[in-house]
C-alpha cells in the first residue's frame, strides 16, 4: 500500500489557514452588536453583552428595569446586564428627543454550567463554572434563595464599604 505525502508546505499552509479561520470566528464573536439588526437583542442571565449604536445616545429607556440594566458607556455604545428572566423594549433618545433605537430585549437563562438540584419538591441551583457554587435562580426554595441573596448582599455592601474607605467613594 501507497502512503501519500504530503509536502510540509502543504500542511502549514492548511494549518495558517485554520488559525487566520479561528481568529476571525473569534472576533466575530467578541465585537459588540449592531442597533440596526432590527431582532430580539439576546442577554443571558448575569450577564453582560455591549450594543453599538449608530448616533449618540441622550436617555436610555427600559420598559422593566428589574429585567435589564443598561448604561450608556460612551455616547454610541451601551451596556445590557441581564438581570432576570424575560421580555422588555428598550428605546434610546438622541439629544433632540428622536428615536436612536427601539428594540425588544430578552434576557434568557444561561444553562452551560448549571446544575439544578431538586430533592423532595425543593430546588437548589448551583453554577458550576469550575466548581460548583450555590446560585441565585427564580423557582429556587424560598428559604435556600433568600440565604443566598442575604449571603450575596453581604459581600457586596462589604465590597462597597471597602472602596469608599480606599478612597474609592465620594
Known sequence: MLKRV??????????ATGIASAIVLFSATSTPANAD???????KYDQVRLLRLEEKAADVIVGN??????????????????????????????????????????????????????RGGVSRTYNCAPKCQPTLKIGDDTE???QIAKS???????????????????
Open 6 to 15: 504530503t509536502p510540509f508546505s502543504t500542511r502549514l499552509t492548511a494549518f
Open 37 to 43: 439588526d432590527g431582532s430580539d437583542f439576546v442577554v
Open 65 to 118: 428595569p428589574s429585567i435589564a440594566d443598561v448604561t450608556i458607556q460612551n455616547g454610541k455604545l451601551l451596556a445590557i446586564t441581564g438581570k432576570t428572566f424575560g421580555t422588555t423594549n428598550l428605546i434610546i433618545l438622541d439629544r433632540a428627543g428622536r428615536v436612536v433605537l427601539d428594540r425588544q430585549l430578552v434576557v434568557s437563562s444561561n444553562d452551560q454550567k448549571i446544575v439544578n438540584l431538586t
Open 144 to 146: 435556600y434563595y433568600g
Open 152 to 170: 450575596s448582599q453581604d459581600k457586596v455592601s462589604f465590597s462597597a464599604g471597602l472602596s469608599q474607605s480606599s478612597g474609592g467613594g465620594e
